[in-house]
Nanobody, 116 residues
Framework: QVQLVESGGGLVQAGGSLRLSCAASGSIFSINAMAWYRQAPGKERELVATITSARSTNYADSVKGRFTISRDNAKNTVYLQMNSLKPDDTAVYYC??????????WGQGTQVTVSS
């Protein structure tokens, strides 16, 4: 089992920045890939960014050049640095980890609201 706790969400004006954190505990030795998803009101959950155990990254087209995903294995934490935020970035952001055995675990979500 892996437990995830997200933090760092909040209200920010358009053009501003936020940094999300997701700390893992439990069976952390089995964590492989880590990712951030988001879900806006009335929309499906969508992938924002992923990072593998080798620190290879991938981003949704809508956030490329503005968001950066990173991980600190010593702290068992994944981060999402969000710059140049837009109102369309408003959503609940979730972190997800995949274990080496192929299981997925989700965090509880953190609200990000970008005002125009």
């Amino acid at each position: 089992q892996v437990q995830l706790v997200e933090s760092g969400g909040g209200l920010v004006q358009a053009g501003g920045s936020l940094r999300l954190s997701c700390a893992a505990s439990g069976s952390i030795f089995s964590i492989n890939a880590m990712a951030w998803y988001r879900q806006a009101p009335g929309k499906e959950r969508e992938l924002v960014a992923t990072i593998t155990s080798a620190r290879s990254t991938n981003y949704a087209d809508s956030v490329k050049g503005r968001f950066t995903i990173s991980r600190d294995n010593a702290k068992n934490t994944v981060y999402l640095q969000m710059n140049s935020l837009k109102p369309d970035d408003t959503a609940v952001y979730y972190c997800r980890v995949q274990t080496t055995s192929g299981y997925y675990y989700w965090g509880q979500g953190t609200q990000v609201t970008v005002s125009s």
